[in-house]
T-cell receptor, first 112, second 115 residues
Framework: GEDVEQSLFLSVREGDSSVINCTYT??????LYWYKQEPGAGLQLLTY?????DMKQDQRLTVLLNKKDKHLSLRIADTQTGDSAIYFC????????????FGIGTKLQVIP | DTGVSQNPRHKITKRGQNVTFRCDPI?????LYWYRQTLGQGPEFLTY????????KSRLLSDRFSAERPKGSFSTLEIQRTEQGDSAMYLC?????????????FGSGTRLTVV
């Protein structure tokens, strides 16, 4: 079945690295995504990783995928106050249409 | 193209009234999705369209909910006889059908409050 789990809250100091973790249950996931949601706004796609990859780097963002443990993480280097937001992990599963299922979101608080 | 546009941004309605929301997707995208997000939760899938065809509906979408995409462009989501439990943010997203690695582009949502 589809189930995506994340911790609810993470607090870091400005300039430190943030690591947001996610676990998923469906081994047939094809793509995994990280979205960012700022207050009162919709979700913004940050990055994605294909299920046959184990790492993807995009500027300050590093995505690590451990397919054996069904564990996904997002590392944000040099975290800035503008990174404060809710971060959603999402997986695309199934054949044909491949529905996207979202986790509950991790609220990242960056302390100046 | 300015992205996915949703109207209205906010809607307050009395219980029992009908409401309709509109979504204008990115014009090149042939898929359109509706999600619902309640406070402290992630988005939950409601339904999706490929062009004008509604191809999947969630069990969350009761008979009081109906969505249309008449010409394969904009979409409307109507809720009849609203209940307090319908209070949520209704998010619309669009995407290409292929390649499937592309994530969704979301609108800013319509926040519904049923009083």
């Amino acid at each position: 079945g589809e189930d995506v789990e994340q911790s609810l809250f993470l607090s870091v100091r400005e300039g430190d690295s943030s690591v947001i973790n996610c676990t998923y249950t469906d081994s047939s996931s094809t793509y995994l995504y990280w979205y960012k949601q700022e207050p009162g706004a919709g979700l913004q796609l940050l990055t994605y990783i294909f299920s046959n990859m184990d790492m993807k780097q995009d500027q300050r963002l590093t995505v690590l995928l451990n397919k054996k443990d069904k564990h996904l993480s997002l590392r944000i280097a040099d975290t800035q106050t503008g990174d404060s937001a809710i971060y959603f992990c999402a997986e695309r599963v199934g054949k044909g249409y491949q529905k996207v299922t979202f986790g509950i979101g991790t609220k990242l608080q960056v302390i100046p | 193209d300015t992205g996915v546009s949703q109207n209205p941004r906010h809607k307050i309605t009395k219980r029992g009234q009908n409401v309709t929301f509109r979504c204008d997707p990115i014009s090149e995208h042939n898929r359109l999705y509706w999600y619902r997000q309640t406070l402290g939760q992630g988005p939950e899938f409601l339904t999706y369209f490929q062009n004008e065809a509604q191809l999947e509906k969630s069990r969350l979408l009761s008979d009081r909910f109906s969505a249309e995409r008449p010409k394969g462009s904009f979409s409307t989501l109507e809720i009849q006889r609203t209940e307090q439990g319908d209070s949520a943010m209704y998010l619309c997203a669009s995407s290409f059908a292929q390649p499937t690695n592309y994530g969704y582009t979301f609108g800013s949502g319509t926040r519904l409050t049923v009083v």
